[in-house]
């Protein structure tokens, strides 16, 4: 007979065990900088898995993504197409992660990377078939201007009336496909193109074309803009007095406000320089190698440029190298698909699965794992 009260807790040897999440005091360094490489890794066995459900053999599938561009048969050719895929990616995450750091969240790079390569393709257009100096570099403006004037317009409404720039910039992308597909049929339509949808061709128009500087390597004047903002993003970030307020702002907001720094300010800039460096990827690529002004010329840069930023770690060069690993996948995803019959979906669902388990790993960055027997009742 027992004395009325609750039976003690005991454990019993071989009692089933239960995982517990443990803040860590400090973010950990070394989880910080395992993560993504983790995230890779994990993402490669995913991804396998999915292509072996596919009926591909997913060690081959896997090998031609990551390998067959660097080291295989034709890797001559698919090496210099890493610059031409990475620049507009990395030039436009810099600008992201400038506005993720200091926590605005500008999901319409896509938007402004379409009003960019109009604005440029425009000033190329209006000034065709003139053969002056000046052309490019005003194509240059035109570009970042419009990408700015575009990027601006969700910092606006947040300053002015507290609007959620996540969703105003996301909807502005599709205001952007309706102009782009609206110019293509319409004012910037190829007057010779036998009533095809498009422009004229860029590359045919030597004072608006975006040629390589050097002969077959991809370096292109938007691969040297991506170095230049990697460069500029590391200088400010680490040594200006406004980079120091953009990292306070996103690790305490409250904080930045007693230490002066304006939260509108901020704002306006941070959508500005973002929607300017996607407006230049977007000129960069529709004078080089888009070409022209097409309904189907965005190809999700805008969005895959997120992953790219966390990939990198919100870190300038990180952002560089994570650039070039998404413009690798983009280019053995082709291959993968001529060469295995990969559909197409199914390389983006690839890429989609990076930020997916980045985002999941990312967790032990600030959380450790603990195992811990669960307590049982007698």
């Known amino acids: 007979m027992g004395d009325g009260g609750s039976a003690p807790l005991h454990r019993h040897e071989g009692a089933p ?90 999901i319409g790079a896509e938007g402004q990377y379409i009003i960019g ?32 004037a575009w990027g601006m317009i969700p910092g606006l409404l947040r300053v002015r009336f507290g609007t959620n720039e996540i969703l105003v910039s ?26 095809f949808p498009g422009s004229r061709n860029l590359q045919q128009y030597p004072s608006a074309h975006n040629a390589d500087l050097i002969a077959d390597t991809g370096m292109h004047w938007g691969a040297v803009a991506a170095l230049i903002a990697v460069i500029f993003a590391y200088i400010l970030l680490g040594r200006h007095v406004l980079g120091y307020h953009i990292r306070l702002t996103g690790q305490a907001p409250r904080a930045a406000r007693f230490a002066g720094v304006d939260p509108a300010r901020l704002v306006l800039f941070c959508l500005g320089v973002s929607g300017a460096l996607a407006g230049l990827a977007g000129m960069f690529e529709v004078s080089g190698p888009a070409g022209q002004v097409s309904i189907d010329f965005n190809v999700g840069y805008g969005f895959t440029a997120i992953i790219v930023a966390f990939l990198g770690r919100l870190h300038p060069f990180g952002i560089a190298l994570a650039g070039l690993l998404m413009a690798l996948t983009y280019i053995g995803g082709e291959i993968a698909q001529s060469n295995l019959g990969l559909p197409a979906a199914a390389i983006q ?19 450790r794992l603990r195992l811990l027997p669960r307590p049982e009742t007698a």
């Open 117 to 148: 390569a109009l604005a440029g393709a425009g000033v190329g257009l209006a000034f065709y078939p003139l053969d002056a100096w000046f052309v490019f570099p005003l194509m240059v403006i035109a570009g970042a201007l419009g990408g700015l």
């Open 349 to 367: 669902m690839f890429q989609g699965m990076l930020l997916f388990f980045l985002l999941a790993v990312d967790l032990l960055t600030n959380y």
């Open 17 to 106: 065990m239960r995982i517990r999440l443990e803040k860590r005091p400090q973010p950990s360094r070394r989880w910080l900088y395992l993560s993504p490489l983790l995230a890779v890794l994990v993402t490669m066995l995913a991804g396998g898995a999915l292509f072996a459900a596919l009926g591909k053999n997913p060690v081959e599938a896997i090998a031609t993504i990551f390998w067959e561009p660097l080291f295989g048969e034709f890797a001559f050719y698919y090496r210099p197409q890493l610059l031409v895929k990475g620049a507009p990616l990395v030039l436009i995450a810099i600008g992201l992660s400038l506005g993720f750091r200091a926590g605005v969240w500008n």
């Open 170 to 195: 996301l909807m502005l992308v599709y205001v952007a496909e309706k102009l782009l597909a609206a110019m293509a049929l319409g004012p910037m339509k190829n007057p010779e193109g036998m009533g």
